[in-house]
């Protein structure tokens, strides 16, 4: 019997499988329904922001080959291209071209993945970090305007989506679209500030360093001297940029979920993630590595599905047209629609021959790219379910809280103070 106990012990113990419920709780549709919303508002933004295209493109190549291009593989050679090509009529738009490099690496980094191919996977990263730095030092407006737009919508869907997770990880609850939208509008200063307060703790530790070095100009030699004496407490600004930056790269996706399952503000968020993170470092990254390829999984067959779903419906549209080459009938499915395959499930036609088969084409282009929303609603949806389910397993193992215990608001009593029940 002692034996038998000891082994349901053990069990209990090994919280990771709990990571699998992620799947079932990211295809809610309450959650989807935020995410899409969340894709659909960055989208019209972007695609706003991009009606000035301000990126540079080689003639000819059909947008190929862009500054983008150009600044990861010679960065040296990007300001004579701009200047170069900047009077033709052959740009891009700075979302558009993010938006198209990211899809590439994002299928790259899954087949990496699947290969267990680490260097590739960190290949793929270091290409979109050298494309952040791209778009910051070209197109730094652009950026600073689009990412404080996207950092509401994703503080207020994001949080809903967290929120959601949280009451069904731990109580089995399904709160609707409009309750989850609520608390994270409530909250949305302890979401909007949970990404912001490391940048100002790294900006101020860094102004502090920068500081000491602008005393070293003084002359007559007490600069050096100052900066002698000072080396240690620029020492120790430099640690707090490395603990902050460790812990931003480790903790920063428990950030969320921190204020969704605890109700916590933005400080005590990053607080507890960067704690859970240097408390047990390696029991959170192998939750996370079982998250990723969990996920890269769950997105390969939600990718089959709705590549079966498109395909199916392109040839039974197909069949139903009476498409017969032999007989002079056209295929009018196929002018409008060109057949999906799995790697492309999105596919405008350039066949229509008239106005009816343009806004046609049109029409099942928008319906198709539902389809394709759907898919990518999904993966944020995964994202931020499974980092709420890790942050409750690693709160549980750090701090032995429950797992069940979930934070909700007193509404008995009026004034009464928030309080956290079981």
Partial sequence: MSSENQAGRILDSLLFPR?????????????????FWMIATTGLVGWVMDLPKTVVTTPGTNGAETELALFLTAPERVDSYIERYAGTEHHRGVFSTMWGFGIVKFHHSLRAIFAFDLFGVLNNAE?????????????????????????????????????????????GEKPGVTESLRFSIKRFT???????????????????????????????????????????????????IAAVVLGAIGGFNLTFPAVAYDGSDSLDAVSRSFNY??????????????AVIYGAICYIFVRFFAFLLLWSTYRGLRFGAFVDSSRGLPDKINAIWPEPSFSRLLVYSSAAGNWSESAAAFLVYLSALVIVGLVASFIISFYFSSNTVIYAMMRNQVDDTPLEQVYTEAEKTKGQPAEIEQ
């Fill in 190 to 240: 302890s979401f909007l500030g949970t990404p912001i307060v490391p940048v100002i703790i790294v900006a101020i530790a860094g102004a502090c360093v920068v500081v000491f070095g602008l005393i070293s100009n003084i002359p007559l030699g007490l600069g050096e001297l100052a900066v002698g004496v000072l080396m240690l407490p620029a020492l120790a600004a430099g640690a707090i």
């Fill in 277 to 290: 993170v240097y408390a047990r470092p390696w029991r959170m990254g192998f939750y996370t590595v079982i």
């Fill in 127 to 171: 290409e979109c970090l050298g494309a952040v730095k791209w778009a910051i030092k070209y197109h730094l407006l652009y950026c600073l305007i689009f990412a404080a737009i996207n950092l509401c919508v994703v503080s207020v869907g994001g949080g809903a989506i967290c929120r959601i997770a949280a009451l069904q990880f731990a109580r």
């Fill in 19 to 35: 990571i699998l419920q992620s799947f079932r709780m990211a295809i809610q549709p309450s959650k989807l329904i935020i995410a």
